[in-house]
């Protein structure tokens, strides 16, 4: 009986922390959803109105009003195409590091694991200053850099897959006459969809999310909705009800296309924990 209740005392305890823990990462998620449904008087008054009647005037303003169709539509090609082709770049610079064996090999490994390491923040202004040389300072010249930003993550993320594959799949293929190529695109790609799905959930959110660069490489034209929400911080103050409207908007794609691969995505994060 003290055995008993000494297992359920813990199991008590453990579930409480995980309860506190769980309500302290949901928190924010539900005061960004709840601001957006407040007028501005309810989301300042003190003590805090945890009842209140919601409204989505918040939500109408953002959608109607200040080019959001434009800025969404910025930050999708933006996503996207950056996303699809860092993935790609990725998986073929991936696979040449995993299987091909040259001189410098290990000081590339490393150097693109140094370059992830550099701060968004510290390219901002030499990026500005090329990019505006070069007249790309518009989606164009922002898809290129977060091309070029996520691609060591890529690299290293599908490397690691790829060297987890036997290399007798890709012998046999070569015994049947596949060339390096074919073998890389019907053997190696099926077998680390996992891989795939990770690196391309988080690049896409990387660049869904990322503000400093976007911030200096649009204008009021292509500018993405990160960059959009700085609208709302006006002269008179700021506009807390539509920046969590507009914040709660462009988390949306993001959950939805992480929940869509999410059984992808946790086979990718756990391959290679069990051998065996």
């Known amino acids: 009986m003290q055995l008993a209740t000494k297992r359920s005392l813990i199991m008590t305890l453990r579930y409480s922390v995980i309860l506190i823990f769980t309500a302290v990462v949901l928190f924010p998620i539900y005061e960004m959803l709840s601001t957006s449904l407040k007028f501005d008087v309810d989301a300042f008054r003190l003590p805090p109105q945890w009842i209140f009647v919601p409204t989505f005037q918040n939500y109408v303003d953002v ?92 690299i290293w993320v599908l490397r690691t897959f790829i060297m987890e594959l036997p290399f007798e799949l890709e012998e046999s293929a070569i015994i049947d006459g596949c060339n390096d190529f074919t073998v890389f695109t019907r053997i190696v790609l099926p077998l680390v969809g996992p891989g795939l799905a990770v690196a391309s959930i988080f690049t896409f959110r990387i660049a869904w999310n990322e503000f400093i660069l976007s911030l200096v490489l649009t204008n009021r034209f292509t500018r993405t909705l990160p960059v959009a929400i700085s609208m709302y911080l006006t002269d008179t103050g700021t506009e807390w009800g539509r920046i969590t409207a507009i914040a709660t908007i462009i988390a949306v794609p993001a959950f939805i296309f992480t929940f869509t691969a999410a059984k992808s995505l946790i086979m990718g994060l756990t391959a290679g924990a069990v051998k065996g």
């Open 63 to 154: 959608l109607v009003g200040a080019n959001f169709l434009r800025f969404f539509t910025n930050s999708m090609i933006v996503a996207v195409v950056s996303t699809s082709l860092s993935v790609s770049l990725g998986a073929l610079a991936a696979y040449a590091l995993a299987r091909w064996r040259f001189g410098g090999r290990t000081v590339s490994i490393v150097g693109i694991l140094l370059l992830r390491m550099i701060p968004e923040v510290i390219l901002a202004v030499p990026v500005f200053t090329l990019f505006n040389r070069l007249g790309l300072t518009s989606r164009l010249g922002l898809i290129i850099v977060y091309t070029a930003l996520n691609l060591p993550f890529n």
